[in-house]
């Protein structure tokens, strides 16, 4: 049997078993017999970005993300809107990244899932075009309302929702199988 595929989905909220981080476990059960995936929740772990640090004096949190992504052979991001805008949490660790090219040509699928989300999920998409990750309309999700379609267990009570995470999964999956 050849090696599985290498994910890491990480999740943009720091909030223990937030909504988030139950869509990412719900991928990752749907496609374990292909993929690995490792959920990434230590964002609230790599410290402040600072350029002057951005060097051989790398905080040791930020080269272990860096190289959970090297390491990856795709990304998956699922993150909730806050203020219009990023978590600022995530938005920082993916600074740590703009100096380096672990992202260019990564295959790489986004999702916001919030209460209205569209103005994160434009700037998630607009900061992974400039970190030059592989995606595009297929493998990118916007899910509105996320608390009422998904209940405690982590379970898609919303049948909308779980077709839109299928196309999704679908999606993904192909990015690997086309190349």
Not at 5 to 17: D, E, F, M, Q, V
Not at 62 to 80: H, L, M, Q, S, W
Not at 98 to 115: E, M, R
Request: with cysteine; charged share 25%.
């Amino acid at each position: 049997m050849s090696q599985k595929i290498k994910i890491l989905a990480i999740t943009g909220s720091t909030r223990k078993n937030s909504s988030n981080y139950k869509i990412l476990k719900y991928i990752s059960e749907k496609i374990k017999t292909e993929f690995e995936v490792e959920i990434f929740e230590d964002l609230a772990d790599i410290p402040h970005f600072n350029p002057d640090l951005d060097n051989e004096n790398l905080p040791k949190q930020v080269e272990a993300f860096r190289n959970k992504i090297i390491a990856a052979d795709g990304v998956i991001i699922c993150t909730p809107e806050y203020v219009f805008s990023l978590p600022g949490s995530l938005k920082n660790a993916l600074e740590w990244c703009v100096s380096t090219t672990i992202f260019s040509n990564k295959k790489t699928g986004l999702i916001t899932a919030s209460a209205s989300g569209e103005m994160g999920h434009e700037q998630l998409t607009l900061i992974m075009k400039t970190l030059e990750a592989k995606f595009d309309e297929n493998t990118k999700l916007l899910i509105q309302g996320v608390r009422g379609k998904i209940n405690d267990e982590g379970k898609i009570i919303n049948e909308e929702t779980e077709i839109a995470l299928q196309r999704f999964i679908h999606n993904f999956e192909n990015l690997f199988l086309m190349f």
